[in-house]
């Protein structure tokens, strides 16, 4: 398929809902495929500087893991995610520390839900550290906040890292609150990747690669965080209350987080919305396989 070719087709919104869903199943090769930043990802804006590679992806090695971590992992064998039935507080978005309790809620119910996964798929699994912050402060992967860098997740000390304050102004203020389970689970996204070995195995394909296959890559790597995102959301959507006003709120914030201007790492904000809605849809990590994905999907 060729991860590091550069892409220059996208998708119309007429792509996106129940269309999408068909043009997305239809694009993954026939036959055992349609299973349905490397370490560093942010919300908000660009990663701090020097927070990309090697180390972002440390304490990562894929072992155990099979041949091909991306495209054939064992978490794509296990089936649905299955139904989150944990709740979360009411939110006040001024309030700060209203914030972090939602935010601790979510984290809580995204542990619940994918460790029972990975057990089920035999993999280890441990929950990511949680740092919440309130003032500017220092990963492994760099300081934070930096360029209006709102959360992210740093695989080095596989660490969740979110500016309480930050995501709201991130967030332009927005008053609902799966919004913040989508950024939650977005980023939570990037853990499992992580403890599933994809993380090191995109450094290590990464580094081979031009500056536009190594885009080509990370966006895959953002749409499938999407994507996983997606599956909590649809499975936990019932007990947190998400109906249809709810998920049109939780797509407003997948454009606003797409790629625009002259970034290329994202994705468009079509295909954010695709694999976003595929998961919520599919409620199964394997639908999540973006690593096989035609082209004009990771666009």
């Known amino acids: 398929m060729g991860l590091g070719t550069a892409l220059t087709l996208g998708t119309g919104l007429a792509a996106v809902g129940a269309t999408g869903f068909l043009a997305i199943s239809s694009a993954f090769p026939p036959g055992g495929h349609d299973w349905s930043d490397p370490g560093f990802t ?45 709740t979360a507080p009411e939110l006040d978005e001024s309030d700060p520390e209203s914030m972090e309790g939602f935010a601790h809620s979510i984290a809580d119910c995204l542990d619940a839900a994918w460790s029972d996964y990975f057990e089920e ?80 195995e995109l450094h290590s394909a990464r580094a081979g690669a031009s500056e536009d296959g190594g885009d080509e890559l990370t966006r895959r790597n953002e749409l499938q965080a999407n994507c996983l995102g997606g599956v909590f959301l649809g499975a936990s959507g019932d007990a ?39 998961g919520m849809d599919r409620l199964n990590p394997a639908s999540c396989n973006t690593w096989v994905a035609d082209e004009p999907l990771v666009r």
């Open 42 to 86: 942010t919300v908000g804006g660009p990663p701090p500087d020097g927070a990309v590679t090697a180390e972002s992806t440390a304490g990562s090695d894929g072992e155990g893991h099979g041949e091909d971590p991306l495209g054939d992992n064992p978490l794509y064998r296990v089936g649905e995610l299955g139904e989150v039935t944990c």
């Open 240 to 278: 947190l209350g998400h109906g249809r006003s709810e998920q049109q709120n939780i797509l407003d914030d997948v454009e606003r987080r797409s790629d625009s201007g002259g970034a290329h790492t994202h994705g468009s904000q079509e295909n954010g919305i695709l694999w976003t809605l595929h």
């Open 121 to 200: 798929a035999g993999l280890e699994f441990s929950s990511p550290n949680r740092v919440y912050w309130h003032a500017p402060g220092h990963s492994p992967c760099g300081p934070f906040p930096s360029e209006g860098t709102a959360a992210f997740y740093c695989g080095a000390n596989e660490g969740l890292y979110v500016g309480v304050e930050d995501i709201v102004e991130a967030s332009a203020g927005n008053d609902e609150p799966e919004a913040y389970t989508f950024l939650l689970s977005h980023e939570y996204g990037h853990h499992v990747q992580g403890q599933s070995g994809m993380l090191a």
